[in-house]
Every structure is written in structure tokens, then in C-alpha cells.
């Protein structure tokens, strides 16, 4: 009986955090989703009860469809041990994969969502703020002049804040947004009461129509629609965080009925007063509460912001260990939850990108036109890639795979189709960011296998080298001496140099050598491999999974002492510094070398990275021809 209510505690706990963290970008979506809507266009789009009737049932069931079904009953499901996102699925579906060709279309399209992700990371926080903080103008039209001013202040110190972590005000969340969702269903049943008629467009009979009868215009309205499931990514990227049951939970108990709820309200208002449609959400609450409704949705839109920004630290991790980008620094801000993480590299290049876009669009309307491609796209590779866990992990048939994957991507494609037309207004924006990101991980991932397979061509085998210092090096001096090494067959350079130079040889040898899997976290039995070789060399294999803290101290000492004893202060680590010299050759576009080379040259220093006593490492190093 303990257990049970101990469970539903739990329960409860962890759904009211995923309310804070999970639902804040598509829980602020009403601040803009209606007017962009009816907007759109310069008003291409006819105010009437006919068409908003239409709309409102477009929206409804555009949740439903989207989010309900596809995400949380279905690609939810698609968990690579408990952890969710772009790259959880990219590493799923690579898995089973049993051709080269069939490997690369799913890096490929993987790598484009992984750059999708952060296109839509940076107009996140924009459109979010910017579309919050525009409600001052209904206090006083006076304060417009201060909308970019005040949004670029707000987005300096969210990004400023990142450092310290997001424990010390991450309990505040789950309380606020649940303050902010109570609020949405409050005004949403206030202005339904109004004109309660509203409610009849829960039939998808009201979709259709409007589809049937202004298929003119309507294509071009899905275009703004799609906004209305932003941050739908979102549940899949958080979900090893939660869990998928106090989602689901969530989601189908309190987010949906709200956002329902409001969008109804909306309806509701702009039909008794057209005039409402400038800024319909604000002015859904009487006069004397927009100035407390605009605080609480400024707040609503920087927590969305803030789990959009760790959701970008947490793909960059991933993306970093799945060797899609150069090694960077990572800081954990927190001693009690693994996956709170700090990178200084992708949050001020963050900052940059997303003030740029305050900045380039000015207002929630032209950023709401460079919004849909990035979403559309990621969820077109989201439904590509779970097509390939649905059969290749799961087992499904090709039929059944078939049909439900064609019913998902049918309605993908219509929405992304509606949005490409946006991309003289604003859509060019998210397509050259992710074009440009693509160009950086794609030729960091082939950079990076062809010095592989260049070391590795060039490296002694471990077996000859072991016999040819058979008569040499008999007094060795003590201690332990740790190579790393790419490569697990071979010599590495460093270790030659360091005889070459200094003559010198430690009593104990180990070949260390890193390697990231695809699932996210290693336990015990796979993390370490262990090879005993003659004259007292090791040859080690660590086995980290892309979410887990590479510390190698810490853990050759955990999972080493059974078979050796290494004291702390008595070892050397020996990593090898590379200085790649370019030359022209078939292998790499010489344009593509320089970008790779530049890439390589300010990669984070591997001691950082490995948690590496700074005091006991020695670095030596070597000219490579690339």
C-alpha cells in the first residue's frame, strides 16, 4: 500500500515537472497561433463564422493528429533505453541497418533534423518573448518603441543565466506553468460562454468544409496552422528525463483541455468583436488584468525558452558524442541530475543567433513566416526515422509500417508543402541555417574518418611492436603510463615518440582507447573492456554511452582494480597533438579540408574533456598530411 502511493507520488511529481519543462513552447503557442492565421497574407484569409469555425476545427484536430497520435502514442514508444529526441531515434534506426547506402540516407536525414533542432531553437525563444512582451501595447501604445529593447534584454539574461543552472529555479516551473495552463482554460471558458456555438467545430466536418470550400486560400493557411503544434518535438527530446507515462498523462489530462480550451476562446471573442483579431489572446481577459497576464506570459515564454536551450545542450552532447562535432567543454551544473549540463560554445553562439533574429524580423508575425519549415522538417524526419525503428526494431511488417508511416508523412508533407511558400517572407532563414550546419557536421564526421582510417593505416600493430623491444627496455622506470588512442589495434604515435625522445619506458603500459556507442548510458558489464597483454601492456576499451560524463580517472580506477591497481599520482597520460598539414587530394573538397582543419584546430583540448589530472598529462606532438 506504501509502494502504491509512494508510486502515485512519484507520479504526480514527475507529470508536474514535465509540465514545466515538457510543455512550455507548445503551451505559449496561443500567444500568436490565431492572428498569425487570420493575418497571414496581409488577410488573404476571410473573417467569418464559416472560416473560423473551420480553423478552430483544423486546430483541434491537428492536435489530435499530431501530437496525440503520432507523438505520444507512437513515437514516444520509440525510446532507446528510456532516452527520446533526434538523435535517439537517428541511433535506433542506424542500428539494424545493413548497407552502406541505407546508412548514410539515415545519417544524412539524422544530421538534417540534429540542424532542424537548432534553426528552431533559435526562433523558439524569439517568437516566444517577442510575441509575450507585445501585449504592452494594448496597455499604452506608447511602449511599443520598447518591445525589441525590452525582448533583447530578456533573451541576454535567460542566455546569461544558463551557467548556474537551472536547479536553483527549476522547482519554480512545474508551479508556473501550472498557474499559466489554469489560466488559458479560465479565459478559454470565459469567452466560450459567450458564444458557445463554438464548440459544435470539434466535429471534423468543420475542417473539411473549410477546406473544400476555400481551397484557394487554405493551403496557405496550413502554413500558420502547423504553429499551433510547435514544440510537439519537444515530448519525444525531454522524455528520458520524465519518462513517457507522466506525459501522456499530462498531456492528454490538463495541456490539451487547456490549449482546446483557449483556442475555443479565442474563437469565441474574435466572432462577438472582429476588431479583437490584432492581439485576440490578450484580449480575451478584461482590461485589468492585461498587465498581470502579460508578466505571467513573459515568465510562460522564458521557462519555454529555457528547456528549448537545454534541449539544444543536450542534442550538442549527444551530437558530440555520436562524432557530429568537435570536441567542446561541457560543465554539469548540477551534483544530483546527470543530465543538467552547461556548454559555453553553444550558448552564446545561441545567443548571438537568436537576438539576430529578434533583430532581422522585428515582430512575432514575420518570425512566425520562418517558423513552420523548421518545424515541418523536423517532423518529416522524425516520421522517416521512426519508420525504420517500426520495422527494423520492432518487427512490424512492411504493410503495417507502411500504412501507418504514409498517414503520418501525408500529413507532414501538406503541412511542410503550406510552408515552403514561405520562404521569400521569412522561411530562407531556418533552410540556411540548417544548409550551413549540415555543411560543419557532415564534413566533421568525414574529416574525422579519414584521419581515422590515416592513423589507423599508419599505426604498427600492437603484436610487432611487442616483439621488436623484446630485448629492450628491461629496467623500466615505475609507475603506469596511459596512451589514448583512437585506434585499439595499434601503436599509437605518441607512444613511438615518447621512446624516440626520451627513451623511456613505464613499468606498466595501458593502450587506452575511448569509444561512443548508441545507446545513452553504458552500465557496468559493457563500459570497460580489458585486454592483458606480454611485457606488462593493457590494452583498454572504455565504452561510453552519448549522454554519459566521459571521466577516465574515475573510471579506470572503478573497473580496473580488480585486474590492476593505479595510483593516481604515480601515472602519466600521453595523448597525441596533431598538426594536420592540408594537401589537395580525392578524398575531401579542398574548400571542405580548410572548414574541417579550422574545425579541428579549435575542438576542445582532449584533457577537459576526459577529466584529465592537468598536472599529469603530456602532450606530444605530430605533423599528419590530410
Request: charged share 15%; proline share 4%; hydrophobic share 50%.
Amino acid at each position: 500500500m506504501k509502494d502504491s502511493k509512494k508510486e502515485k507520488n512519484k507520479l504526480m511529481f514527475l507529470s508536474l515537472a514535465a509540465l514545466g519543462v515538457v510543455f512550455g513552447d507548445i503551451g505559449t503557442s496561443p500567444l500568436y497561433v490565431l492572428k498569425e492565421i487570420f493575418t497571414i497574407n496581409n488577410n488573404i484569409l476571410v473573417l467569418n463564422e464559416s472560416n473560423m469555425m473551420g480553423i478552430l476545427s483544423l486546430i483541434f484536430w491537428s492536435l489530435i493528429s499530431i501530437v496525440s497520435v503520432k507523438y505520444i502514442l507512437f513515437i514516444l514508444r520509440a525510446n532507446n533505453n528510456g532516452e527520446g529526441g533526434i538523435m535517439a531515434l537517428l541511433s535506433l534506426a542506424n542500428r539494424n541497418a545493413k548497407t552502406k547506402r541505407k546508412k548514410l540516407f539515415i545519417m544524412f536525414i539524422g544530421m538534417l533534423g540534429a540542424c532542424m533542432f537548432y534553426a528552431d531553437a533559435m526562433i523558439t525563444p524569439a517568437i516566444s518573448v517577442i510575441s509575450a512582451i507585445e501585449g504592452i501595447e494594448l496597455i499604452t501604445p506608447a511602449l511599443n518603441q520598447f518591445i525589441i529593447p525590452i525582448t533583447l534584454v530578456i533573451i541576454f539574461c535567460l542566455f546569461w543565466t544558463q551557467s548556474k543552472g537551472t536547479s536553483a529555479v527549476g522547482f519554480m516551473f512545474g508551479p508556473v506553468m501550472l498557474i499559466w495552463f489554469l489560466t488559458l482554460a479560465s479565459l478559454g471558458i470565459y469567452n466560450i460562454a459567450q458564444a458557445p456555438f463554438v464548440l459544435n467545430a470539434l466535429s471534423p466536418l468543420y475542417a473539411f468544409q473549410f477546406l473544400y470550400n476555400e481551397s484557394s486560400v487554405a493551403f496557405i493557411t496550413l502554413g500558420a496552422v502547423v504553429l499551433c503544434v510547435t514544440g510537439a518535438e519537444s515530448l519525444y527530446a525531454d522524455m528520458g528525463h520524465f519518462g513517457r507515462t507522466p506525459i501522456k498523462i499530462t498531456w492528454f489530462s490538463f495541456v490539451f483541455p487547456a490549449l482546446t480550451l483557449n483556442y475555443f476562446g479565442q474563437g469565441a471573442l474574435i466572432l462577438n468583436n472582429p476588431s479583437t483579431i490584432k492581439n485576440p489572446f490578450y484580449l480575451m481577459a478584461p482590461e485589468w488584468f492585461t498587465l498581470p497576464l502579460v508578466i505571467l506570459a513573459t515568465i510562460a515564454t522564458i521557462i519555454a525558452s529555457q528547456a528549448c536551450i537545454t534541449g539544444a545542450f543536450s542534442v550538442s552532447r549527444q551530437a558530440l558524442q555520436l562524432g557530429f562535432m568537435p570536441r567542446m567543454r561541457i560543465d554539469h551544473t548540477s551534483e544530483n541530475q546527470e543530465g543538467q549540463i552547461y556548454l559555453p560554445r553553444i550558448n552564446w553562439i545561441l545567443m548571438i543567433g537568436v537576438m539576430s533574429v529578434v533583430l532581422i524580423f522585428q515582430n512575432s508575425s514575420a518570425l512566425a513566416s520562418a517558423y513552420g519549415i523548421a518545424i515541418t522538417l523536423d517532423m518529416i524526419i522524425a516520421t522517416i526515422l521512426a519508420g525504420f525503428v517500426f520495422h527494423e526494431i520492432w518487427k512490424w511488417s512492411w504493410i503495417k509500417t507502411t500504412a501507418i508511416i504514409s498517414i503520418f508523412l501525408t500529413i507532414d508533407l501538406i503541412f511542410f508543402s503550406a510552408n515552403i511558400i514561405k520562404v521569400p517572407a521569412g522561411g530562407w532563414f531556418p533552410l540556411a541555417i540548417g544548409i550551413f550546419l549540415i555543411l560543419l557536421m557532415s564534413t566533421w564526421k568525414k574529416g574525422r574518418s579519414i584521419l581515422f582510417f590515416k592513423v589507423k593505416n599508419e599505426s604498427m600493430e600492437i603484436k610487432t611492436f611487442l616483439q621488436s623491444i623484446k630485448g629492450d627496455f628491461k629496467n623500466r622506470v615505475k609507475g603506469t603510463s596511459i596512451f589514448l588512442t583512437p585506434n585499439p589495434d595499434g601503436i599509437p604515435h605518441s607512444l613511438l615518440h615518447n621512446l624516440k625522445h626520451n627513451k623511456v619506458m613505464h613499468k606498466t603500459v595501458i593502450l587506452l582507447s575511448i569509444k561512443f556507442m548508441d545507446y545513452p548510458h553504458a552500465n557496468s558489464k559493457n563500459l570497460i573492456i580489458i585486454e592483458k597483454l606480454p611485457r606488462n601492456f593493457y590494452k583498454v576499451i572504455l565504452n561510453y554511452g552519448y549522454k554519459d560524463e566521459t571521466n577516465i580517472p574515475r573510471d579506470l580506477s572503478k573497473y580496473m582494480k580488480k585486474t590492476l591497481t593505479i595510483d593516481p599520482m604515480d601515472t602519466s597520460y600521453f595523448i597525441g597533438k596533431e598538426n594536420l598539414i592540408i594537401r589537395p587530394g580525392s578524398n575531401m573538397n579542398i574548400i571542405r579540408k580548410k572548414i574541417f582543419v579550422s574545425l579541428f584546430r579549435t575542438a576542445e583540448n582532449i584533457t577537459n574533456q576526459f577529466h584529465l589530472p592537468v598536472n599529469r598529462v603530456v602532450e606530444l606532438g605530430s605533423q599528419l598530411i590530410f
